[in-house]
């Protein structure tokens, strides 16, 4: 819970993302739907400047601390 939180914080301190929803949490997981204003790969880059990575899954996108 403590690694959400932060990652939770980090993600809120990005200029580019304007709303944030999570819609379910378990274990080592966290399911949210972001809003961001600018292009994927603004958002990518932001991202990487806090030490994530978004990575496509098909359905679904995986956020993940880099070195994880």
């Known amino acids: 819970l403590q690694d959400w939180v932060e990652t939770e914080k980090t993600l809120r301190?990005?200029?580019?993302?304007?709303?944030?929803?999570?819609q379910a949490m378990g274990t080592n997981r966290?399911?949210?739907?972001?809003?961001?204003?600018?292009?994927?790969?603004?958002?990518?880059?932001?991202?990487?400047?806090?030490n994530l990575r978004l990575t496509d899954q098909g359905k679904y996108w995986v956020l993940e601390k880099n070195g994880d």
């Not at 301190?13 to 999570?22: A, H, K, Q, T």
């Open 30 to 50: 966290a399911q949210f739907k972001l809003a961001f204003n600018g292009s994927h790969d603004k958002l990518l880059y932001a991202l990487r400047a806090k």
């Open 13 to 22: 301190d990005i200029p580019l993302i304007n709303r944030m929803e999570v």
